[in-house]
């Protein structure tokens, strides 16, 4: 156990960034939404393509779109900020413990 405290500003950083590193994604996913003539399967786009599309598709399953408008890549934000504020925010369960 003492190894796992020791270790969990690492952790917390790394979960930090990896967190951060989506919600970008899925931002930037949002904003390539807006320009329907991007091919998003090719080129220097498959980097924001292939990390979200999986989540996507699993999440179309349950949400579809509203009004002909895919609304998954916002609440894949909204989760993630969510997460993050719950186990890393000045109050989150991990700031907590390390501190």
Same mark, same amino acid.
């Given at each position: 156990?003492?190894? @796992? !405290?020791?270790? +969990?500003?690492?952790?917390?950083?790394?979960?930090? &960034?990896?967190?951060?590193?989506?919600?970008?994604?899925?931002?930037?996913?949002? !904003?390539?939404? *807006?320009?329907?003539? !991007?091919?998003?399967?090719?080129?220097? *786009?498959?980097?924001?393509?292939?990390?979200?599309?999986?989540?996507?598709?699993?999440?179309?399953?349950?949400?579809?779109?509203?009004? %002909?408008?895919?609304?998954?890549?916002?609440? *894949?934000? %909204?989760? +993630?900020? @969510?997460?993050?504020? @719950? &186990?890393?925010?000045?109050?989150?369960?991990?700031?907590? !413990?390390? &501190?």
């Amino acid at each position: 156990m003492p190894l @796992l !405290i020791k270790n +969990l500003p690492n952790l917390v950083f790394l979960m930090s &960034f990896l967190i951060g590193t989506l919600t970008l994604t899925f931002l930037l996913r949002i !904003i390539l939404t *807006w320009y329907p003539k !991007i091919n998003l399967r090719s080129g220097l *786009w498959l980097i924001i393509f292939l990390p979200t599309e999986p989540v996507l598709v699993a999440t179309r399953k349950i949400v579809k779109p509203i009004g %002909g408008v895919d609304v998954t890549p916002i609440i *894949w934000v %909204g989760l +993630l900020s @969510l997460f993050r504020e @719950l &186990f890393l925010g000045q109050q989150g369960l991990l700031t907590q !413990i390390i &501190f």
